[in-house]
């Protein structure tokens, strides 16, 4: 009748143990499981000391489930933990991008009230990115634009001190390398260009250092 108990008890404990393993045991890694079976079959000496000799069968069977082998094993080393992804580091600022943005913002605006369009396309990037145009603008489109308006409005009679609260001027670096300059417009030139998508009671105009030099990547109102 004792074997039987014995048997009977082993089965359930391999039972539970296998049950167990489906949940936990398989997300161990070699060492943890082995140091999980030295748990289990410390507990089992403590049994034999007890005279428990059901008991401490019991632990071992399940010691050797979590475990296959202990015993006649040595423990396994810990594998090395995996490399944390590092987050990327912010691109710090080029120092030279705020006397950039404001000599090149100059430059643009120089460019604008002459009239001048290979000037002002000079400070553009490639693709200027403005509102409403995710894809961006290239250089052949400003240009037309550029001459459609100065054939329509003669802005040589205004100056930037005119639309632009110049001495306001802010410039900003941002962490992806550009840096943003900030620019107010005259309360009476807030609202001039009501379909300009960019154009605002105070707009941002960023500039970053390409290749062939800093240029004008974007402009947005901001608030």
């Known amino acids: 009748m004792k074997r039987i108990v014995v048997l009977t ?3 359930l404990a391999a039972a539970m143990a296998i049950g167990a393993s489906e949940l936990f045991f398989d997300a161990l890694s070699e060492a943890q499981r082995y140091d999980l079976a030295d748990a289990y079959n410390r507990v089992a000496d403590r049994y034999d000391e007890l005279d428990d000799q059901q008991k401490a069968d019991a632990f071992r069977a399940m010691v050797q489930i979590i475990f296959p082998g202990f015993g006649e094993i040595e423990r396994p080393e810990e594998p090395p933990e995996p490399a944390r992804p590092q987050r990327p580091e912010p691109v710090k600022p080029d120092p030279a991008g705020e006397a950039a943005s404001r000599y090149y913002f100059t430059k643009l ?3 604008i009230f002459n009239e001048n369009v290979s000037l002002t396309l000079s400070v553009a ?5 403005l509102p409403l ?6 250089k052949p489109t400003i240009a037309a634009e550029m001459e459609w308006f100065f054939k329509n409005y003669d802005i040589t009679k ?7 609260k110049m001495d306001g001027i802010v410039t900003t670096p941002l962490d992806n390398g550009y840096w943003r300059l900030d620019v ?8 001039a260009m009501p379909t300009v998508t960019f154009w605002a009671e105070k707009m941002g105009f960023y500039f970053r250092e390409f290749p062939e030099g800093w240029r004008l990547a974007a402009i947005g109102p901001v608030a």
């Not at 107010?184 to 609202?191: I, N």
Request: zero cysteines; charged letters at 30%.
């Open 184 to 191: 107010e417009t005259q309360e009476e030139f807030a609202d």
């Open 158 to 164: 205004l100056s930037p001190y005119d639309i632009f």
């Open 125 to 129: 990037a490639e693709t200027l990115y």
């Open 133 to 138: 145009y995710d894809s961006g603008v290239d």
């Open 109 to 111: 605006l120089r460019g």
């Open 9 to 11: 008890t082993l089965i």
